[in-house]
């Protein structure tokens, strides 16, 4: 059984980094790869970000695009994000995934897909 576990979270300044982590197990050795969604209470929830296990290769919405980015471990076991610039708008809970589709146009999440139990980020002064 997939588990992820996300760490890290919590009240920033505007401006301001914070760093988040996904530690994943039992993934199979071929796991195709990691994500983070986000959500604000009342809203919809947004894929942010994935990487792939095999080739690396990366997708970030636009909305975050060019302060965040994804990044994995040696072992590939647990994923980081790297949250620069943060925004008041990017208070949310985030969410580590395992997406059955990472491109450069974006990440979906199957009925099947793991997720964790979230991280809050809040962003504030």
């Known amino acids: 059984q997939v588990q992820l576990v996300e760490s890290g979270g919590g009240l920033v300044q505007p401006g301001g980094s914070l760093i988040l982590s996904c530690t994943a197990s039992g993934l199979a050795p071929n796991y195709y790869a990691i994500g983070w969604f986000r959500q604000v209470p009342g809203r919809e929830r947004e894929g942010i970000t994935c990487?792939?296990?095999?080739?690396?290769?990366?997708y970030y919405a636009d909305s975050v695009k060019g302060r965040f980015t994804i990044s994995r471990d040696n072992d590939q076991t647990t994923v980081f994000l790297q949250m620069n610039s943060l925004k008041p708008d990017d208070t949310a809970v985030y969410y580590c995934?395992?997406?059955?589709?990472?491109?450069?146009?974006?990440?979906?999440?199957?009925?099947?897909?793991?997720w964790g139990k979230g991280a809050l980020v809040t962003v504030s002064s």
């Open positions: 995934v395992t997406p059955a589709h990472c491109s450069y146009y974006g990440l979906e999440v199957a009925d099947s897909g793991s």
């Open positions: 990487i792939r296990r095999s080739d690396g290769g990366t």
